[in-house]
């Protein structure tokens, strides 16, 4: 039993140099066995007093995206336009600003030093992933029934155009051009025109190869008409002569046309024998 107290006593005496002390690891620190406050996210510590200290905030380039005891701010990474990185121009003194490429371009590595051009889609390929600030474009070619005729970065393959009703394909798609729809009444508004000019040219062209003919049978015509009336002035006092030597012939006792005199007596008998 004496033996128990001698050791309780000795554990009382020694316990206060074996005690750990705990502090809150994010927001203070040990020193000379003590917590003391840490510097807020933005600032640095100018005066290390362990329970009041002195903060400093962080500059235009600076950042200190935690509580800290540091006596400076960590630097932002300086951003080259000419590099075509894009420049932050509301830096925050809380967090970390990566260089960020501008649009159309993306990191050379993955430290990103640079900023390359996005690769651009030949005529019959087509966009498959958009290019970001830290990846490439990926191109794919063109399936069968989508085309791309000209070279682009943002682009994905169109699909050919589906003809609509009354029209056909006159030009079939390819991977690099569309498909081509005609009117299927398109032919009558072109054969028609085409068949009335060639009549009216036709009917033009015989016109004048032949105008000289007509003009020549005209001329004759003209010239045999004085000499058909002479003829028939020759021939109406012969016709006239005929007909009186006829009607002399054919006179009765009364000078009478021998039919007019025949056609009375056939009444003159009916009238009597009725």
Not at 94 to 102: A, E
Not at 195 to 211: E, Q, R
Not at 225 to 236: M, R
Not at 242 to 253: G, R, V
Request: hydrophobic share 30%.
């Amino acid at each position: 039993m004496e033996n128990v107290m001698k050791y309780i006593c000795l554990l009382m005496c020694f316990s206060p140099v074996f005690a750990e002390i705990i502090c809150d690891d994010q927001t203070q620190y040990k020193k000379d066995g003590k917590c003391c406050k840490m510097c807020e996210p933005g600032t640095s510590m100018a005066l290390s007093n362990c329970q009041n200290p002195i903060c400093n905030p962080c500059g235009k380039d600076g950042y200190m995206d935690s509580y800290n005891n540091e006596t400076n701010c960590r630097r932002q990474p300086y951003c080259d336009e000419n590099l075509n990185f894009n420049v932050s121009l509301s830096p925050s003194p809380t967090n970390y600003r990566p260089c960020v490429c501008k649009t159309g371009y993306h990191c050379s590595s993955a430290q990103c030093f640079t900023c390359l051009n996005h690769t651009v889609c030949k005529p019959g390929e087509g966009v498959v992933s958009q290019g970001t600030a830290i990846a490439d474009v990926v191109c794919g070619p063109c399936q069968l029934g989508t085309f791309s005729s000209q070279t682009s970065a943002v682009d994905a393959c169109r699909p050919w155009t589906n003809c609509p009703p009354g029209m056909s394909e006159k030009v079939p798609g390819t991977n690099i051009s569309d498909r081509v729809c005609e009117d299927e009444r398109r032919w009558r508004y072109f054969v028609i025109p085409v068949v009335v000019t060639v009549f009216f040219a036709a009917v033009c062209f015989i016109f004048y190869t032949l105008k000289d003919k007509l003009k020549r049978l005209l001329l004759c015509s003209q010239k045999k008409k004085p000499q058909v009336d002479h003829i028939l002035d020759q021939k109406e006092p012969k016709k006239n002569a005929e007909e009186n030597e006829y009607n002399q012939d054919h006179l009765t006792e009364n000078n009478n046309p021998l039919a007019q005199e025949e056609g009375a007596g056939r009444v003159l008998w009916k009238m009597v024998f009725r």
